[in-house]
């Protein structure tokens, strides 16, 4: 059974940094294509940033340069740095494979003075 697990989320100050990070059991990670995605209130869901089996990265234009994806093998687990955080970076962001069929819950991360 595919289990991801999101953490690290929370509220912020506009220009702080968080790390979201995503423990995975029951898939073979180390040659998994994972990605991020997040959704703001009233708005579409959005992929934030990508990362297939052999390490190459992809990021949505609004977060280059600032958001960071990395896989570590050895624990299982996915994650994100972000850091220039913005209110508009305020999101549910979910973990999830590159396919599309296993999700987390979800981790609420909040931007605000």
């Known amino acids: 059974q595919v289990r991801l697990v999101e953490s690290g989320g929370g509220l912020v100050q506009p220009g702080g940094s968080l790390r979201l990070s995503c423990t995975t059991s029951?898939?073979?990670?180390?040659?998994?294509?994972m990605g991020w995605s997040r959704q703001a209130p009233g708005k579409q869901r959005e992929l934030v940033a990508h990362?297939?089996?052999?390490?190459?990265?992809n990021y949505t234009d609004s977060v280059k340069g600032r958001f960071a994806i990395s896989k570590d093998w050895a624990w299982n687990r996915l994650y994100l740095e972000m850091n220039s955080l913005k209110p508009e970076d305020t999101a549910i962001y979910y973990c999830?494979?590159?396919?599309?069929?296993?999700w987390g819950r979800g981790t609420q991360v909040t931007i605000s003075s």
């Open positions: 999830h494979t590159a396919n599309s069929r296993y």
């Open positions: 990362i297939s089996s052999d390490g190459r990265t």
């Open positions: 029951g898939l073979t990670f180390k040659y998994a294509s």
